[in-house]
């Protein structure tokens, strides 16, 4: 592991990363989220913000994940019918 330093909304955080490529990306793409969540929400604080953040990315996880499962149902259910075809 690769001890980095990102900037996230402001401030420094050091953190350690198998993919520090990938860390500063992510840290990048928080930094700007919650600088768009901000301009709507002036009055939280940094800590509801992160707040707010992680229950939207949650949100969008829990969709993707959702979507993730029921294209692997129905790819299974393509498969068996081409094995099917095949098999006559």
């Known amino acids: 592991m690769k001890s980095i330093e990102v900037e996230i909304f402001g401030r420094l955080f050091r953190l350690r990363s198998d993919n520090p ?7 990048e793409d928080l930094s700007e989220e919650l600088t768009r969540l ?3 929400y002036e009055n939280l604080d940094f ?3 992160l707040l707010l953040a992680c229950f939207q990315r949650e949100d969008k996880l829990q969709t993707a994940l ?3 499962r029921e294209l692997k149902a ?3 259910r393509v498969n068996q019918m ?3 075809i095949i098999s006559i």
């Open 21 to 27: 490529t990938r860390t500063l990306k992510i840290a």
């Open 38 to 40: 901000y301009e709507n």
């Open 47 to 49: 800590a509801r913000l």
């Open 66 to 68: 959702e979507e993730n």
């Open 74 to 76: 129905e790819l299974s």
């Open 82 to 84: 081409l094995e099917n």
